[in-house]
Each structure stands twice: as C-alpha cells, then as structure tokens.
C-alpha cells in the first residue's frame, strides 16, 4: 500500500470497476502524481472480465481467474476504495452522491460502469428472466440458475435473447457446462434444449460473413434451435411471446439484448445520446463538463459510433490515465483515437475458438489457446504486482499540480513545518464546517455538549447509576476514512458494552493529515460521520473532542458509560466458574488480514468481510449473554484471543480448555497466517505462550497463531453456564452473531502453573 507525506491537493475520483478505469489504476500505481489522490468508488470487490467469462461460465476457469481484486488494485495505486453504490451527481458542488455514505467530492471525475440492462422495455421481463448486464452482477445469477437446472427434473428448455457475440457465446458455454453437470448427476444431456432468438436476420451482425457461417454451423450441430427475426416482445412465468405472436414455454430466460445507461445518469445533467450513454470528445470528456470523462460501454464517443464491445474499454485505460493527469496538472489533453478494425476471439464454448478481424476469419484450438494466453496476460497485470522501490515510496515530491493563488498558499504551509502545540490544532473554520453538518443524538442527561459547546461538556449521572470509563485510540488502517470512523467508534464503544453497561457520552479525539483546508474538511467530515452513525445507533451522544495535524489519520474516543450502582448488573472479566462453556460472538483473524493488506497479500473480498465484522456492534450480544447469565465478559482487542482469555482465567481462580478445531475464524485467515505474515504486534501477544500447558501438541495446528492475532473491534468472549451455553448461542446467532460458537469449557484451578490446555 503506497502512501505520501505530499498533501492532497486534488481528487481524481472513478465511478466503476470498469476495463479502463483498471488500466487507470495500475498506471498511478506505476507513477503516482504528487498532491493528487485517487478514490474508486464501486459496490462489488471483484470485477470481473469480460472476455473471459465465457470460459467461467464453460468450467475453464476459476472465479478468480476472471476477476480483478479492485480492493487490492487500488491499494496498490495508493487510492482509496469505498465499496459503495453511485446513485447521483452535485455538479455544482462537485460531488458524488452514493447510497450509503456521505457525498465524495471531486475535482476531475470519471464514469466507466459498464451498461445497465434495458430489460424493463418488454413487458414481464424484469421479473422472469435473468439480465446479464450489469455483468458484475451475473455471477450470482449465473450460479442460481444453475443450482436451478441442476434440481429440475425432466427437460429444461432454456432461451437466450439476443443473438450478438455476446448471446452466441454465452449460449454456447451455457449449454457446454450444463451438459457436463447433467453428465456427472448421471443424467441425459439432451435433457438441455437451447433457444436463441434474434430480432434481425441474421446472428452475430457486426461480424464478416464466414464467421456468421461459422457459428451457424456451430449451433446448428449442437441442437440450438435458432430463431431468427423474432423479436421477444412479452415474458412470462411460463415462457414468451415473438412479435409475429408465437408462445413459446421455456423453464428459464437469459437477457443478452442491447442495454442503456444506468438510470441516475438521467438526473445529472450530463449530455447523453439516445440510449442513455455519456456523450464524450476525441479526450474521453463529457461534451458537457469538462471535469467529467467517461470510457467503456458508458460512453457515447461523439465522433463516430462504436461497439460496445471490451476491447474499446481496454485500449481506452491509457488515454484516459493520461487525461486524468493532464487535467490536474492544467496540461493539453490528448486524443483517443478508436481503431477501425478489432480483433475479436469467440470461443464455442468447449476449448476452440473463432478470430475475427475486419473481412477474416481464423478458427481452431490453437485460436483459443492463443485467446487464453492473451486473457491471462491481461489479467495478469492486475493480479500481480511489481515490488516498488520502498526508498522512493511516502516521499513527498514537488507537485505540478494547478492551483489557484488561494489554493497555493494553503498548500504552501500545508507543505512547511508545522507548529507543535496548540498550534497543531485544525483550524476553527474547517472544523466547524465539518462538525456542523453532524448530527449527533441529544440525551436529557448532557447538559452542556456539541449542542451548545463550551469549554468541557457536563453530564448528569442519573440517580442510582455509576459511571464506567473506557478510551481508545488508534491510528487508520484502511483508506476509507468513513469505515474506519465506524470501526473506530464501535471498537471504543466495545469495553462498555462488554461489561454490561449503557453507553452514555463520548468525547473524540482525532488527527488529520495537513493540506487545503476542503481536504481536510471532507477527511474529517467521512470519519466522524461514520463514527457518530455508530455512536447514535448505541445511543451514546458525542459532546466534544480535540482534533488535531498530524501525519496520519487516527481517532479514539474517551466513552462514558452507566452500569446500576449496586453492579450487579456488571459483567466482569474474573467471574468465570468450573463446568461454564465459553463462548465467542465473532471470528478472529484481523491481525493478520490488515498486515496481509498492507502488502497486497489478500482477497479483497477477505477485506470485505473482516469490516462487516468489526462494524457489527457488541451492544444486542452482551444484553443477549447478560439475559443467559454469563458469569464474565470481555471484548476481543490488541491482546489477541489468548491474552484476554488469559486476564480472565487470573482473577476468576480457574484454568481453561481452548478448542483449536472450533475457532471461528475469518476468511482468508488461514491463509494469510500460514503464509507467515502476521501483524506487528503479533510478537508481544506470543510471550503469553508461557500460559499454555500443552504448547508443544498444538504448535503445529494451522489455527494456533491465530490464539495470538490482535483484534480491532473483535468479538465477546464469555463464560456462560453449561445448561443454557446452547440456548445461548441460538439467541446469538438469531441476533446477527452467525459465526457465534462454543470454544472451550472452564476447568478448575490445577496445580500447573499453565491456567490454558489447548485441544486440537
């Protein structure tokens, strides 16, 4: 993961995991433009390539063969990844509007989202038939329709609309794969029945003659039937219906027709063609606002119409890097010059492919091991990585990018040495834009807080309750400054809850990394929007706070909490009794997942899932563990599994038996663990393996160091009475804890002075 002590001055953001916005990637990756920060905003992890999918869907390749880790891309290119939905544009105010997080301002904007399906054109098709555009969400398509051919009885009549490259292909690999599952279930292939309709003469119109022939021939030997000038006009439950009025049954329908842009293109304003797509220049800029460029299937290039075909998209990365930068930098563009002829290589669904080019035409099996050495050579720019030159990286380097004479003066003591001391504090201006857009919950028991601010807030404690204090504090492992504002809130928030208690206030204390006072505006505006979305849903208001410069960005809050005054609503650690089983809420594993990360070792979709974790809040899992009467309580953090399993069996005067096998562990874990890359503060953690009474059985368990793996915003860890452990975790997992398991049992004090017994 690159970073630099070069303040941002500007903000390139991407909309969509497309073709060219990959190559865009990869290319800041290779040079990054000081002062200019890059953001990719897309709502799946893995995008998948096109020209490959055909082979996925055929059984050539695996999942990840045909897809592109954009987590682990951008964090190779320094950029940051929110994994989100865009639904809108501010133009005016140069933002982008997603659906679940605050706006995200730009300053040079691109568009590369692929087409949306027209599908909700022919009455009945929305509902019945399966789209495959926008083609990252056809997996999860594709693997349904699947499980559901696989489970039908009988013959299975499937119909593919559109008969283009896309649709023949398609159908082709359809019926290969399928037939091979029909196979090994030991049933009769010929069960299949395809169906490909084609609303013109003619298939595969775009292309020359003899591969028109060719891929008739094809379909004809395999028992597709062909229908061609029929227009599916209406689509049921039980089948369609053409234009000439014919009704046919089929048991499933695939959607390859011609698609549009995506609706919310409609409300921004931007020029579109008839069709819904981005009209852009010869630079890849929209023809209307000149911060705005688009590429791929979503643009509509002015000059002369093009396919919407990959291969556009692919050569269209470069020109488009080039622009982005030029246009930060107040350099002339530079034109995008289409060719006239492309080359395209269709495979037939089994390892033999046809190449086109203008007027010919090749076929063979060498054509599709010459298509399968290109596809993998291109993703192969995008899977692996060159290892940069560590001396160079977090350099901050002189910056060309364009600023305005207010602007440069900011950047000017953005750049300087800073003052130390109050002096470090972010100015007053920035901070109050940024917190008064806020909207912190008010409690009847703060008295003087965010809502009217003083010097320190007052807080009322009510009547027969005390207080319980906690702090955290840590700096930002994760680019998105949103996210971590939420994982940072619920990983403060987790002591309290851990004890039993409600949250009641909490004061933030944050550092942000220098640069125009917008930057730092926003920097802080996404973080603390995500922590007070966490701090309100607990119901814990947040009063005030300190935020200061500093290198990097970090954030931790000081908690108050309300327990009953007599504490006998207090969970604490020592409590723990012989025969209670222990329980854990959540998987462990973020150590090593985030250190992975940080060297380009990991799935993003590992990512994904290690943040869902760590923003699930403690709050309904500690009432759930108090109500079956847990008998200690502490929340996973920094001293990893053991080390808090250890500070419990101490006070409680008992030993305890750790489940090696049972550990419910995050994905990729394993995986990363095993490859030896662990956190940095793994080390420490591992001096407690003076605990364990049997280390020497299980060092060779592949969960073993994961007993030592330091957690953010981790899970419960509980002892729970043997009789209701079982109903216990039932009430867990229906709340939302699914990974929710018993890990061990509570054992009477022994002579060892080792209190941990590990089973493998």
Known sequence: MQSSEQPVLRDIVLVGGGHSHVGVLRSFGMKPVPGVRLTVICRDTDTPYSGMLPGYIAGHYSYDDVHIDLNTLAAFAGARFFRDEVIGLDRSAGKVICRNRPPVPYDRLSINIGSAPQIGQVPGAADHAVAVKPIHLFNERWLALLARVQQHTGKTRIA???????????????????????????RDPNELVFHLFSNTADILP??????????????????????????????????????????????????????????????????????????????????????????????????????????????????????????????????????????????????????????LSWQGEWVWRWKDWIDRRFMDRFQTFPVMDESTLGKA???????????????????????GGCGAKVGATVLSRALGALQPIERNDVLIGLHAPDDAAVVRVPPGKAMVHSVDFFRAFIDDPYLFGKVAANHALGDIFAMGGEAQSATAVATVPSGLEAKVEDVLFQMMTGAVEVLNEAGCALVGGHTGEGKELALGFAINGLVDEDLHTVMKKGGMRPGDVLLLTKPIGTGTLFAAHARLKTRGRWIDAALASMIQSNRLGALCLQAHGATACTDLTGFGLLGH????????????????????????????????????????????????????????????????????????????????????????????????????????????????????
């Not at 290589?345 to 033999?352: A, K, V």
């Not at 380097?397 to 003052?419: F, G, N, T, W, Y």
């Not at 250890?646 to 038996?657: F, H, I, N, Y």
Request: charged fraction near 20%; hydrophobic fraction near 45%; glycine fraction near 8%.
């Open 160 to 186: 593919v609309v559109g008969a283009g490259a896309g649709g023949v292909e398609l159908t082709l690999a359809m019926q290969h794969r399928l037939r091979g599952e029909l196979r090994a279930l030991g």
């Open 645 to 760: 399993l250890v500070e419990m069996t101490r006070p409680s005067g008992v030993d305890a038996e750790l489940y090696l096998a049972a550990l419910p562990l995050l994905d990729g874990a394993l995986e990363t663990s095993a490859a030896g890359i662990l956190s940095s503060l793994q080390p420490a953690n591992v001096r407690l393996r003076r605990a364990l009474r049997n280390q020497a059985e299980a060092i060779t368990h592949p969960a073993y160091p994961l007993i030592f793996d330091p957690q953010t915003a981790g899970g419960l860890l509980a002892s729970v009475p043997a009789d209701r452990a079982r109903a216990c975790i039932a009430a867990l997992r229906k709340l939302g804890y699914s990974k929710t398991v018993a890990i061990g049992r509570i054992l009477p004090q022994g002579d060892a002075l080792e209190p941990i017994v590990l089973t493998c």
């Open 397 to 419: 380097a002189p910056s060309r990018v364009k600023l305005d004479q207010e602007e440069a003066a900011q950047a000017i003591s953005a750049i300087a040495m800073r003052c």
């Open 206 to 359: 775009t292309h020359n003659p003899r591969v028109r022939q060719t891929f008739q021939r094809v379909l004809t030997e395999r028992q597709v039937v062909l229908h061609l000038n029929s227009e599916v006009t209406q689509v049921s439950e039980r089948g369609i219906k053409t234009s000439d009025g014919t009704l046919m049954e089929m048991d499933e329908i695939v959607w390859v027709t011609q698609a549009g842009g995506a609706a919310w293109l409609r409300q921004t304003g931007l020029a579109l063609d008839a069709g819904g797509f981005i009209e852009v220049n010869e630079q890849l800029q929209s023809i209307s606002d000149p911060a705005v460029f688009a590429a791929g299937d979503i643009a509509a290039f002015s000059s002369r119409p093009l396919p919407k075909a990959g291969v556009f998209a692919v050569r269209q990365g470069k020109p488009l890097a080039a622009n982005l930068r030029r246009a930060v930098l107040g350099e002339p563009l530079v034109s995008y010059r289409p060719q006239r002829n492309w080359l395209a290589l269709i495979s037939t669904g089994d390892r033999f492919a046809v190449a086109s080019r203008g007027a």
